[in-house]
């Protein structure tokens, strides 16, 4: 009854823990949010002691710290852009660093044996011929971040691996998951069973497979150039072909611009699209940004041409009206500040001799009140002070100048 | 601006009415103004400075 009654307290705050984590990570992409979540949940759920996870996490706000930390910046969501990678600018392929920072804290929580590095039946260990260095990492190995347009490498590198001491023994843990040999570490099955959009959702079901289904990002090569002969835009042979770097430029600029099916690299709409690119140059995933063509001026919309002669005529009239309008101010607005600071003077005297210098109550009550209407009069004052350089100069200032766009633009249709 | 002149309207508008509740009380509670007058000059020598300004005042009124 009482462990009952535990794990539905544990379970409460393992809701509440993930769906204020849900919502403190709302800068990032949906899907790498509900990456990040279900890497949570996961860690919940293979936790023997849900407490002590609790207790190690700490709060979720310094789990979005350190998640947000590890998020990379250019990736961070834009509100003008989009909730989806789909469109945003191409990642390298390779396993995000928030997910590394997740693994981390996973990683910890082995040591700590909150949760326990079991194997069972139906698991397997990638480092089955390496006992010694038995590792453990978590459900996402770097398997699922492999961009597809590089070739595999011989043996996959497990970036957590060399962290976790070597007493524990770690294994990778992959429930009903397909086989897998670390010779062969891209997962090749995922596209023929699913020939769903590369953005799904990850669906956390308690079997889903010990690979959360990650977000596939479109790839750029990085070590590889763009190659003249494949590309679609390749330039001629004597030109130099476009530097890496630049192609990063134009991506990181066009993830900030709106939506513009032309700049944006060709999106893979399903998984069997970035596997054909297996076979292909990894070159062919690179688009180079086609240069933006200048936005058509929508129809009726006016332009305002400055009438030069009338604008410098108002010009040479308007700034030493002007100047002379603030000197005039000036005067009250100084007055203002001498009296305010005058009678505040005045009022705090007042107020300090009702408290020491008299002994009757009666008197006491009538110069309290004295001051209090003393300084009344002072903070106005000053207010006035501060109005007359807040708003009657500023007032006059704008004035000016809105009087001369009207009186000195006008408005043509644009051509 | 609209905002900070509400804001101090507020506040000069309370603080002139606890001001003029307590002058009220005092002159109801038996103050005396010659002898509130008499402790300030005292201890600010209000007499002194008047006598000062009338000086000037007549100064430049006869100029």
Known sequence: ?415 | MKKGWRIVLFLVVAALFLGAVSVGVGVITGANGDRIFQTLDDRYHLQVYYDYIMQVYDAFLIS
């Open chain 1, 1 to 415: 009854m009482l462990n009952d009654l535990c794990s539905e307290v544990t379970d409460i705050n393992k809701q509440k823990f993930l769906t204020e984590l849900g919502k403190l990570l709302t800068f990032m992409y949906e899907e790498d949010r509900q990456t990040a979540l279900a890497l949570y949940e996961r860690m919940f759920d293979k936790a023997e002691d849900e407490m002590a996870l609790l207790q190690l996490l700490v709060s979720p706000t310094r789990q979005a710290v350190i998640v947000a930390r590890a998020y990379n910046a250019r990736e961070h969501k834009l509100d003008v852009y989009t909730q989806s990678r789909e469109a945003a600018p191409a990642s390298n392929g390779e396993m995000p660093d928030f997910v590394r920072a997740i693994n981390q804290i996973y990683l910890s929580a082995v040591d700590q044996h909150i949760i326990a590095p079991e194997v069972t039946s139906g698991q397997f260990t990638l480092f089955a011929d390496d006992d010694s260095n038995l590792t453990e990492t978590y459900a996402y190995d770097e398997d699922a971040y492999i961009p597809r347009g590089k070739a595999p490498a011989p043996a996959p590198v497990y970036a957590a691996a060399p962290e976790v001491p070597a007493q524990a023994p770690v294994q990778v843990t992959v429930p009903q998951a397909p086989v897998q040999t670390p010779a062969a570490p891209v997962r090749e099955e995922v596209p023929e069973v699913a020939p769903m959009p590369v953005q799904a959702e990850p669906v956390p079901a308690p079997e889903a497979p010990a690979f959360i289904p990650a977000p596939v990002y479109p790839e750029v090569p990085e070590e590889v150039p763009a190659p003249e002969a494949e590309a679609p835009q390749a330039p001629e042979a004597g030109e130099p072909a476009p530097a890496p770097a630049a192609v990063d430029v134009d991506d990181f600029v066009a993830g900030f611009s709106l939506p513009e099916e032309a700049v944006l690299p060709e999106a893979p709409v399903s998984e069997e699209a970035p596997l054909l690119r297996l076979e292909d140059s990894p070159a062919e995933a690179v688009q180079p940004a086609e240069p933006k063509e200048p936005a058509p001026a929508p129809t009726g919309e006016t332009l305002r041409k400055p009438k030069v002669f009338l604008l410098i005529l108002y010009v040479l009239f308007a700034v030493p009206i002007t100047l002379l309008g603030i000197l005039l101010l000036l005067i009250p607005t100084l007055l203002c500040l001498a009296l305010a600071v005058a009678v505040l003077g005045v009022g705090a005297a007042v107020l300090i001799a009702a408290f020491s210098g008299f002994k009757v109550f009666a008197d006491i009550m009538v110069v309290l009140g004295v001051a209090l209407i003393v300084l009344a009069l002072g903070i106005l004052l000053l207010w006035l002070f501060i109005w007359f350089i807040g708003g009657a100069m500023a007032g006059l200032v704008r004035g000016v100048c809105s009087l001369g766009g009207r009186w000195c633009y006008k408005e043509v249709p644009a051509v």
